[in-house]
């Protein structure tokens, strides 16, 4: 009866997953193409600043609100609603007219993100509760790989026909949001939805979560480093005679090497520290950012990779350990280090392209890139470890 049961809810997650995938695919098809759209709308670099600034902001301040929005409610249909969303959005971005308009389809698109991710992220872990880790780590494959084939695909159909056929790209969503809305209705309830409750936010201000309050600011440097180099690295490429195919293949390049480290890191926080994994992390992606600012050639994209490698080591950790820091309200914490991180370093963004603006975008990157300094140094004020004995005798107290 078991594995009757979990055959077909693995197979749901697969669906869930091409959804992420294609999701992640729309989301991610606009930062090699920055570019283009400065160049386009005529844009100083302080002024396009905003857009990746706005965007960011808006799809991840809402992401807790949005899971908890999602919460009792169908979230298999809600899935398909975030990535008819996105999709319908992101296709359009071809006839925006201006900025400002692009800025608007990007906005609802964000929106689109926030509301699929973390109820996606929920549903397939509900959908197959004995095997959680393995549908989370399928689904999030499905989301790494859409966002590999985004860098190229949208690159070369700008290159290759303008960007006014960027349409082309909305089909899919078209077949896979209807289909993943039809399937909704054969899941059974309980494993589409979720028991609403009440958040107690009282939580975060007791001692023992101070933890949490150092990963968060650690999350937040990190952040911004990662946004910074997402979002201006297209510029940076173009200043060096990158075209607009060769951009889409570097950011191929980085997120896989940022795939292989995520992985990479995965296998070694069960076989070693993980504060001293969070901070080699920081500080050995530090010198190889650094690099990939300071030259040129293939040396620069070498170091742009380990760059993305090194950096990817410590993501997963400093969720994990958010998690152990507040093992009562685990959906909190991670809320914590990842939406609203995530926002603060959307706002940043805007000093980076002023600062760029000013100086250079090599040269502000490199500055961007020495946060990751005291986000290496905070690690030493995070205990020594976290015990699991001591995590579940708390979470069983709190029961």
Not at 93 to 114: E, K, R
Not at 135 to 164: D, N, P
Not at 279 to 293: D, E, M, T, Y
Request: hydrophobic share 50%.
């Amino acid at each position: 009866m078991s594995n009757t049961n979990t055959a077909p809810s693995l197979k749901n997650v697969f669906y869930v997953t091409a959804a992420h995938m294609m999701l992640d695919f729309y989301m991610t098809l606009t930062p090699p193409l920055w570019a283009f759209f400065q160049t386009h709308f005529n844009l100083t670099v302080a002024q396009f600043a905003y857009l990746p600034s706005v965007i960011i902001f808006c799809g991840s301040i809402t992401q807790p609100f949005m899971g908890y929005f999602s919460d009792g409610r169908d979230r298999m249909a809600l899935v398909a609603l975030g990535l008819f969303i996105s999709g319908l959005f992101v296709s359009c971005i071809g006839f925006a007219p201006t900025a400002v308009v692009l800025a608007i389809f990007l906005i609802f698109a964000a929106f689109g993100s926030s509301l699929f991710h973390p109820t996606a992220g929920g549903l397939v872990t509900a959908l197959t509760p004995k095997r959680a880790n393995l549908a989370m780590a399928i689904f999030l494959t499905g989301g790494t790989l859409g966002m590999t084939l985004a860098s190229i695909t949208g690159t070369q159909i700008v290159e290759r026909y303008g960007i006014g056929y960027l349409w082309i790209i909305g089909f899919p969503v078209l077949i896979l949001s209807p289909f993943i809305l039809w399937l909704s209705r054969k899941i059974p309830k309980n494993e589409r939805r979720a028991t609403a409750g009440k958040i107690d936010f009282s939580v975060l201000r007791a001692a023992e979560t101070r933890p949490l309050w150092t990963l968060y600011v650690i999350s937040v440097l990190r952040s911004i480093i990662h946004t910074g180099f997402v979002s201006f690295t297209a510029i940076m490429g173009a200043s060096r005679g990158w075209s607009t195919g060769k951009i889409g293949y570097v950011f191929s390049g980085y997120l896989l090497a940022s795939t292989l480290g995520r992985i990479t890191g995965g296998y070694l926080a069960d076989r070693m520290s993980q504060r001293k994994l969070l901070a080699l992390s920081c500080a050995s992606s530090a010198i190889f950012h650094i690099g990939f600012c300071l030259t040129t050639g293939p040396s620069s994209l070498i170091s742009f990779f380990l760059a993305g490698y090194l950096f990817d080591l410590g993501i997963t950790t400093n969720i994990s350990l958010a998690q152990r820091a507040l093992p009562r309200n685990t959906s909190t914490a991670t809320g914590l280090v990842m939406g609203f991180s995530w926002s603060m370093a959307g706002l940043a963004i805007l000093g980076v392209g002023r600062l760029a603006e000013w100086t250079s975008t090599p040269t502000a990157l490199t500055v961007v890139s020495l946060f990751l300094i005291p986000a290496a140094l905070l690690v030493a004020l995070l205990p020594s470890k976290y015990g699991t004995e001591e995590t579940e005798a708390i979470a069983e107290h709190a029961d």
